[in-house]
Structures are given as structure tokens and as C-alpha cells.
């Protein structure tokens, strides 16, 4: 006989029900950066762009965009993604500190290299945020998972400094809505039967996959609650959103996710970009253009040496100052590693663009990836020479 799961509920397949954990750090960047400027804890502080003179909002100058905030920065309305300018009219008084992601992705190892001791199948989602299979850990059935999440998030605390925010579901749609829900520090277990009263009544856009234009079809539809996008028919979707999305959107409000935790994940594609300070013309801007794509290339081969990949489409992204963004890329017959031949063919994709607008953000990326340990063995047992892609 089938097994039967309720709407949001989901079943490990061994007896107990799935638990599925979702650990987001709170304020991530901000709270590391308060590690070292415990004098700036209470107060309202803005991670983003590269280093500058600035000290606070109000005297910032440029186009540069928010990375993340402190709470008391949140209070002023400030979010991550603002441009800072705009922050500064909103909260003019906060501290910017540039973006330091080699010391961020330090303590993201620690932490995640915590969690690992307690519970071994995450799913890595970032710099600061996992999913973690409770199912497997015995003792997190007793109360839902509770007490695990508990352990994680003291655990974590006491060896970094940091807290984080833990939400534990049947699935990793429900335990990213839970992870959100009593920030920070705060611990969340949902289960199908709190949909009506816990979920529900939430906008629609807090589901992880319904984006602001989502949202905004949605509330033409009438449809601005998670409750009222669960009551209406899939067939009323279809002709808005298309079949597919429409089914997703309706299984979503009910709570249903099959996805499994994925403990092995290959990346796409690794990129770099970045947005100028003043939008940039590519004639009269030429020689500083050329030092800051050059520098793209480097810094996107030194991430695919340090993650063992190298790549066969190379791929340029130009925003304009109008705002409108286009892609060129090109296929190569080997994949490549090194920045002389990611600039090359960069260089390629370059030369297909419109460039008589300014510019307003330059960006590089490698995709169709493939393991260099596995081109090299390949290539060893063919010919019996070593083959290297990153000279």
C-alpha cells in the first residue's frame, strides 16, 4: 500500500518523517565585521563596496550597492541590494565598512564545518546559509528537532561569535520560511498542520522562488497571501504563468517540496563582476576599462584553480547606463583555465557588443565546467604527459 503524505508533509522513506533544517546566519557579513569593532554593535552599520574613503552614508559617493546591514541599520529601512546613496537618505548616520570576503568565507567554513560535527548531510547554499538533514540523527525526532537546532546554534556561537537563525520542516521549502520567521537567533519548527495559521497569512513573495514580478502578477490576479494562492485553482494559473511555474506555485503554498538535501553539488559556472563607481565609456575610458576586465580575468582563473575547474563557454555581461544588460558568449573547442586565455575569449565576446552607451558594470564568467583532476587523468592515460590549464 502506498504510503500516504499529507500536503507539506514528507516522509525519509525509513520509518520517520523527513526533518529538514535551515541554518541562516544572522547579518552575516556585518556580525563577522562587528567581531573585530565590537564598538560598533548597537549601531547602525552597511557592508558593501570596495574599499573607499567613506566613513559613514553621508559622505559616500559612487555607485556601490549593500551586501548586508546590521539590524539597527534594517530599522531605517535599509536592505541588502539598496544602492548606497539611497541608503544614505535613509539612514545617512550608518558606518560603511568595504566587503572582505576572504575573512567572511573563513568563518563560513568554521561554521559549517560546526554543523557537519552534529549533523552530516547539508546542502551548501552559500557563504551563510545550509540545508541539514535532521532524518538520520535519531534524537531529532523526539521533539521535532528542537534540541539539535539548539546545540547547532550554541555550538556556533561559542566558537565564532555568530548566531544564526535555524527553521526545521518536513521539507527545504517550509524550513527556509521557518528560518526567517523569528530572527535573529531565533529557532522555528513548522509542520503541515500549521499552514493554516502560521503560513498562510504570509505574502506570497516570502516563498523562496516567487520574485517581485511574481508578486505583482499575483496581486493582479487578487492573489497577495501565501492562503489565497493555496484556495485558488492551478487552472486560473496557467494562463498567467504558464503551466509548469503554475503547478510549482500551487504546490508551493501548500507546503509540498520532494527535493532532497543534495550533499554533492558541481557549480555551472563561476563568474566575476563588478559595478564601476561612475558609469564608464568605452572609447574615452579605454585604458581603465581594459585594467579592470584584465582584472576580472585574473581573479575568475584564480577561483577556478582554487575550485579545480576549468570551462568551454566563456561568457561576457555589460550593463548599460540605461540599465539594460546583454550577454555575449563563445563555445571553445578545449576548456580553459588560465587568464591570458579567459581574456582572450573574453575578448572575442567583447568585440560582438554594442559599446556606444557608457557603462555601468562589467562582468566575466566560465561555464560548461569540468573537473581538472578528471582531464588530467584522462589525458595522463592517452598520451602519458601531464596537462595544465592554469599557466
Not at 56 to 66: S, W
Not at 188 to 210: F, H, I, M, Q, S
Request: charged share 25%; glycine share 8%.
Amino acid at each position: 500500500m502506498a504510503r500516504m503524505i499529507r500536503p507539506g508533509g514528507n516522509s525519509s522513506g525509513a520509518g520517520d518523517p523527513r526533518l529538514i533544517a535551515h541554518v541562516d546566519m544572522d547579518a552575516f557579513y556585518a556580525s563577522v565585521e562587528l567581531l573585530d569593532r565590537p564598538d560598533l554593535r548597537d549601531l547602525p552599520v552597511v557592508i558593501g563596496g570596495r574599499a573607499h574613503a567613506a566613513k559613514t552614508l553621508a559622505d559616500y559617493a559612487g555607485r556601490g550597492v549593500i551586501t548586508t546591514a546590521t539590524y539597527a541599520a534594517r530599522r531605517f529601512g535599509v536592505h541588502s541590494g539598496m544602492g548606497l546613496m539611497k541608503a544614505a537618505q535613509l539612514c545617512p548616520q550608518a558606518i560603511l565598512l568595504p566587503v572582505n570576503f576572504d575573512l567572511y568565507r573563513r568563518y563560513s567554513r568554521q561554521f559549517k564545518s560546526i554543523i557537519r560535527a552534529h549533523a552530516p548531510r547539508i546542502e551548501d547554499r552559500g557563504i551563510d546559509e545550509v540545508y541539514v538533514d535532521f532524518s538520520a540523527v535519531p534524537e531529532a525526532h523526539a521533539d521535532g528537532g528542537r534540541a539539535l537546532a539548539r546545540r547547532i546554534q550554541d555550538d556556533i556561537h561559542a566558537a565564532t561569535g555568530l548566531t544564526c537563525s535555524i527553521g526545521v520542516a518536513p521539507n527545504k521549502l517550509l524550513a527556509k520560511l521557518a528560518s526567517e520567521m523569528q530572527k535573529p537567533r531565533g529557532i522555528t519548527l513548522l509542520t503541515p498542520d500549521d499552514l493554516p495559521a502560521r503560513v498562510w497569512p504570509l505574502e506570497c513573495r516570502k516563498v523562496n522562488g516567487v520574485g517581485p514580478k511574481a508578486s505583482e502578477r499575483l496581486a493582479a490576479l487578487g492573489i497577495h497571501t501565501i492562503g489565497e494562492l493555496a484556495q485558488r485553482p492551478v487552472a486560473d494559473l496557467v494562463d498567467e504563468f504558464g503551466a509548469h511555474y503554475a503547478q510549482w506555485l500551487h504546490a508551493a503554498a501548500w507546503g509540498r517540496d520532494e527535493r532532497p538535501v543534495v550533499t554533492e553539488s558541481e557549480p555551472v559556472s563561476i563568474s566575476r563582476e563588478t559595478t564601476f563607481e561612475r558609469d564608464l565609456h568605452a572609447v574615452r575610458d579605454r585604458a581603465m576599462l581594459g585594467g579592470i576586465f584584465t582584472a576580472l580575468c585574473r581573479q575568475l582563473a584564480d577561483d577556478l584553480a582554487r575550485q579545480g575547474y576549468a570551462g568551454r563557454n566563456v561568457a561576457i555581461k555589460l550593463r548599460y547606463d540605461d540599465f539594460r544588460s546583454i550577454t555575449r558568449a563563445v563555445t571553445l573547442p578545449q576548456p580553459i583555465g588560465d587568464a591570458a586565455a579567459i581574456r582572450r575569449a573574453a575578448g572575442q565576446c567583447l568585440k560582438r557588443a554594442p559599446l556606444q552607451r557608457k557603462l555601468r558594470l562589467l562582468g566575466v564568467r566560465v561555464g560548461a565546467l569540468c573537473s581538472v583532476h578528471e582531464l588530467q587523468a584522462q589525458v595522463t592515460e592517452a598520451t602519458g604527459q601531464s596537462l595544465s590549464l592554469f599557466d
